[in-house]
């Protein structure tokens, strides 16, 4: 089964740097979410999108952007890189069926940032 | 702000013993709760999902799910080695974020 893949899985950037990281959902879900997870953390929710709306923010800081395309797939983009950033960002996504509910979140294999 | 709360740990239980885990959470309004287990450095991993009061079991594992106590739990019957990972209790409420736990960390002696 398709699953949640992200790109790319591993990424090197310097300060003050621009990256970006994509997501391709699941197939039919409509839902996407964007955590980070620093070593020995759990994850941290940043930012969510439902049907290409954001439906929920976190603690995403005001360096970092993101959205949902026409075709589901979502792209973090992250400026002015911190060495603070360096963590696993993943992605997960769901299907909204309704009257508040959805189905599992599942995840994708993650990027690795190094901000060096 | 939804919060769902465990046990840090670590849980120490030997081989073959049953390992349990629990969560509570604040919130009423969820409908959707699961656990994930995330071996270092990797990804979570769906594990059970719960959306009913009761029990639901898969293998090894069974899910309780008591809405009026706000209350999850995991059982893990048979403990394994390869069973030792962090598990996270998490809740969706509406279609907003998955709302995690901070983890139990398992660790499974044999």
């Known amino acids: 089964a398709a699953g949640v893949i992200q790109s790319p899985r591993h990424l090197i950037k310097e300060k003050r740097e621009t990256a970006t990281l994509k997501c391709y959902p699941i197939?039919?879900?409509?839902?996407v979410y964007w955590y980070q997870q620093g070593p020995g953390q759990d994850p941290q929710f940043l930012i969510s999108f439902y049907e290409k709306m954001q439906s929920d923010k976190g603690s995403i800081p005001d360096r970092f952007s993101a959205q949902q395309f026409s075709d589901y797939h979502s792209e973090l983009n992250m400026s002015s890189l911190e060495l603070g950033d360096s963590a696993l960002y993943f992605c997960a996504s769901s299907l909204h069926r309704g009257e508040g509910v959805s189905t599992e979140a599942f995840f994708g294999q993650g990027t690795r940032l190094t901000v060096v | 702000q939804k919060e769902v709360e465990q046990n840090s740990g670590p849980l120490s239980v030997p081989e073959g013993a049953i390992a349990s885990l629990n969560c509570t959470y604040s919130?009423?309004?969820?409908?959707?709760f699961f656990w994930y287990r995330q071996y270092s450095g990797k990804s979570p991993e769906l594990i059970m999902s719960?959306?009913?009061?009761g029990d639901k079991e898969d293998g090894r594992f069974t899910a309780q799910l008591n809405k009026a106590s706000q209350y999850v739990s995991l059982l893990i019957r048979d403990s394994q080695p390869s069973d030792s990972a962090t598990y996270l209790c998490a809740g969706i409420w509406g279609y907003q974020k998955v709302t995690f736990g901070t983890g139990t960390k398992l660790q499974v002696i044999p």
């Open positions: 919130d009423r309004g969820s409908q959707s």
């Open positions: 719960i959306y009913s009061n």
């Open positions: 197939p039919r879900h409509d839902t």
